[in-house]
């Protein structure tokens, strides 16, 4: 899948960590056409963003904690 802009990729990341389907960095790179170094930066702009991600090793997966909290402004707030 090729995604032409920055934003169409932390989308898709960010559905995939939501639907728990994303798997490592190396996995995902290769699901959005750019190198793993390039998805630690997107998840780390997530997680900037207020995005709770943790990566799990027992299941070698990026997953999302909490999915319905969103964090802001050092705020908790429930997505609506």
Do not use: W
């Not at 032409?4 to 996995?27: C, F, R, V």
């Not at 793993?36 to 702009?45: A, G, K």
């Not at 299941?59 to 908790?76: G, P």
């Amino acid at each position: 899948m090729a995604l032409s802009d920055k934003k169409e990729k932390l989308d898709y990341l960010l559905k995939l960590i939501e639907t728990e389907n994303a798997g490592t960095a190396k996995e995902l790179s290769k699901r959005i056409c750019v190198s793993p170094r390039t998805v630690e930066r997107l998840i780390s702009e997530l997680r900037n963003e207020g995005y709770h991600i943790d990566f799990c090793a027992q299941r070698e997966s990026y997953y999302l904690i909490d999915n319905d909290v969103f964090i802001s402004e050092d705020k908790i707030v429930k997505k609506e």
